[in-house]
């Protein structure tokens, strides 16, 4: 597995811009489910840059 793939990695240490125990929650199940669905879906690629990516971008409008 390419070290730059999510499937089969681990532990993770990402940044998030939403606040809160239960966002780091949510965070975590999404990225559970990225890798159930790399194991699942041979071909399947995502890069842990994209994950990356999409965490610390993640935006809630209206939420204070």
Do not use: D
């Given at each position: 597995?390419?070290p730059?793939?999510?499937?089969?990695?681990?532990?993770?240490?990402?940044?998030?811009?939403?606040?809160?125990?239960?966002?780091a929650?949510?965070?975590?199940?999404?990225?559970?489910?990225?890798?159930?669905?790399?194991?699942?879906?041979?071909?399947l690629?995502?890069?842990?840059?994209?994950?990356?990516?999409?965490?610390?971008?993640?935006?809630?409008?209206?939420?204070?």
């Amino acid at each position: 597995t390419s070290p730059s793939a999510l499937s089969g990695c681990g532990e993770f240490c990402f940044r998030l811009s939403v606040h809160g125990r239960h966002q780091a929650a949510n965070a975590a199940t999404a990225i559970k489910t990225l890798e159930v669905l790399t194991r699942v879906k041979p071909g399947l690629n995502i890069p842990l840059h994209a994950v990356e990516s999409g965490l610390l971008h993640t935006a809630i409008p209206g939420r204070i």
